[in-house]
């Protein structure tokens, strides 16, 4: 029997079968010759969970759903900039040193977005704040603001279920608004989190280490690992959020923590790491009039890029059937795909919403065919035997029938 094979009776057009793991690292490792110890690692590679989430990741073509994330936020940011810094101006702006730091906050994360400490940047959020938001017009211009702004919520929200291979949620209109409204309110919350958490950890930290009789080296540090893990658990919770109410994704709890985890690192990383990156922008003369903009795609698109790979690994996805060949996917046919127009595609393997065609079957060839089997009794024993054969199905039929709604 060849390696990977499929035994299938081929019954069922839509019958889904996934290749068969065919080494451990051990085995893999153990493979005589240099080409048939690559050709093993590759296959152990592609059953490990790393190779299948980042297929998955893959087919789902996560790095263009993040471009589209990134476009879409570069006409959602200013309204969603305007909705936020007019509401937190509102409630919290009277206090200076919290609105200095949510605009440091801000511009950590986007460097020349916004005007802040005598620095220029692309927008003064003085200007960004609605001056009566209380009245009609005022109130329109709030709504179509937060149609706008909820919109980069939309591409991150269907982006997630991909990478889970959600293609529907049935849920209302109104509800989907809803969900899109929440995750921008969550966002923002989590600006507003991390500043504040900045904020408490430099004058109550510092108060507190100085009473005690800490260094001042010392005391610096702790303070700054008390900041990034405080921002570490936003993070986790803002992605958690995301998930489980935003894209309504019902993940074990198993791999749920473990994505958690995995985003909160990929998340710090990409701030200490992704901040010197985007800040170098703003130092090229070529890139200096569009820093910002070129800022805004990067740092968006390298921050979605994170969190569709953590979906795809919590989704933790069986290796995909790949085709063996053109027939296997009725490449070669007119048409190749499937069309109400020509009934026969219809009853190709394929995904019933999407119309994506699964490889077929009966067309692999590493498919063995089981062979037909000869009855052992023939004649009047024979017919009696298939009689009897028949009854016993009928009634299974029937009991399944009773049994199941």
């Known amino acids: 029997m060849a390696k990977n094979a499929q035994v299938t009776t081929g019954a069922d057009p839509y019958h889904?079968?996934?290749?068969?793991?065919?080494?451990?690292?051990?085995?893999?490792?153990?493979?005589?010759?240099?080409?048939?110890?690559?050709?093993?690692?590759?296959?152990?590679?592609?059953?490990?969970?790393?190779?299948?989430?980042l297929a998955r990741y893959g087919v789902q073509r996560?790095?263009?759903?993040?471009?589209?994330?990134?476009?879409?936020?570069?006409?959602?940011?200013?309204?969603?900039?305007?909705?936020?810094?007019?509401?937190?101006?509102?409630?919290?702006?009277?206090?200076?040193?919290?609105?200095?730091?949510?605009?440091?906050?801000?511009?950590?994360?986007?460097?020349?977005?916004?005007t802040v400490?005598?620095?220029?940047?692309?927008?003064?959020?003085?200007?960004?704040?609605?001056?009566?938001?209380?009245?009609?017009?005022?109130?329109?211009?709030?709504?179509?603001?937060?149609?706008?702004a909820t919109r980069v919520m939309q591409a991150l929200k269907v982006s997630i279920r991909d990478m889970f291979g959600i293609t529907v949620m049935p849920v209302s209109a109104l509800s989907d608004k809803l969900r899109d409204a929440a995750g921008f309110v969550v966002i923002a919350l989590s600006v507003l989190a991390t500043a504040a958490v900045g904020v408490v950890a430099s004058t109550a930290g510092g108060t507190i280490f100085a009473a005690i009789g800490l260094p001042g080296g010392i005391g610096s540090f702790l303070i700054r690992v008390l900041v990034l893990a405080g921002a570490a658990l936003i993070d986790a919770g803002?992605?958690?959020?995301?998930?489980?109410?935003?894209?309504?994704?019902?993940?074990?709890?198993?791999?749920?923590?473990?994505?958690?985890?995995?985003?909160?690192?990929?998340?710090?990383?990409l701030r200490w790491a992704g901040?010197?990156?985007?800040?170098?922008?703003?130092?090229?003369?070529l890139l200096a009039s569009a820093a910002a903009l070129v800022t805004l795609l990067l740092w968006v698109n390298l921050l979605a890029r994170v969190t569709l790979m953590v979906c795809a690994f919590m989704a933790n996805p069986p290796r995909p059937a790949i085709p063996a060949n053109r027939e296997h996917i009725h490449a070669d046919e007119t048409p190749n795909y499937i069309s109400v127009t020509y009934p026969h595609t219809l009853a190709w393997p394929h995904q019933s919403l999407t119309g994506a065609i699964e490889p077929d079957p009966k067309h692999d060839p590493l498919t063995i065919e089981t062979a037909p089997r000869t009855p052992k009794w023939g004649g009047l024993v024979g017919r009696y035997k298939t009689w009897r054969l028949q009854h016993l199905r009928r009634r299974l039929q029937k009991a399944e029938a009773d049994y199941y709604l």
């Open 275 to 285: 901040t010197s990156l985007v800040a170098s922008v703003s130092d090229n003369p």
């Open 117 to 148: 400490g005598g620095k220029e940047g692309l927008v003064d959020p003085e200007s960004l704040v609605l001056s009566s938001p209380f009245t009609l017009a005022g109130l329109i211009a709030l709504i179509s603001l937060l149609l706008s």
């Open 62 to 114: 996560g790095a263009l759903l993040a471009g589209g994330i990134s476009y879409t936020a570069l006409f959602s940011l200013f309204a969603a900039l305007a909705i936020g810094i007019t509401v937190f101006m509102a409630l919290l702006g009277s206090n200076e040193q919290l609105r200095e730091s949510v605009f440091k906050a801000i511009n950590s994360a986007m460097p020349g977005l916004i």
């Open 238 to 269: 803002v992605f958690w959020m995301l998930v489980r109410f935003i894209a309504a994704v019902k993940v074990p709890k198993a791999d749920l923590l473990k994505g958690l985890v995995v985003f909160a690192l990929g998340a710090g990383i």
């Open 16 to 53: 889904h079968t996934y290749p068969e793991g065919a080494h451990t690292l051990k085995s893999a490792l153990s493979q005589e010759g240099a080409g048939a110890k690559i050709k093993a690692l590759l296959s152990w590679y592609k059953d490990s969970r790393l190779g299948r989430f």
